[in-house]
């Protein structure tokens, strides 16, 4: 059974950093994609960032290009999200996924199949 089980968010000022992490296990993750998508109060679940387990191949959202960076511990079974010059549109809850997807990074939340219960980002102005 596959888990994606974040942490790393809480509250932090603006211009402030934090670092999310994602602990996946359950199964091996060659040729699956691992997302982050973040969902604000009354808002749509939006895509932030995605990388290839395989290859470390990146995607980003434009809103969180140059201030964010995804990673990857094939090792450890983790990826990671770097975010810094966090502004208050951040804020949001921020839920780590994964899809089979071996060929391409996709954006949208409905092609990833496996997620995690979120860890809340608040960022203060």
């Known amino acids: 059974q596959v888990q994606l089980v974040e942490s790393g968010g809480g509250l932090v000022q603006a211009g402030g950093s934090l670092r999310l992490s994602c602990a996946a296990s359950?199964?091996?993750?060659?040729?699956?994609?691992m997302g982050w998508f973040r969902q604000a109060p009354g808002k749509e679940r939006e895509f932030v960032a995605a990388i290839t387990w395989s290859s470390g191949r990146t995607g980003y959202a434009d809103s969180v290009k140059g201030r964010f960076t995804i990673s990857r511990d094939n090792a450890k079974n983790t990826a990671h999200l770097q975010m810094n010059s966090l502004k208050p549109e951040d804020t949001a809850d921020y839920y780590c996924a994964a899809g089979y997807w071996p060929r391409r990074i996709p954006a949208a939340w409905e092609e990833y199949n496996y997620w995690g219960q979120g860890t809340q980002v608040t960022v203060s102005s």
């Open positions: 359950g199964r091996t993750f060659n040729n699956y994609v």
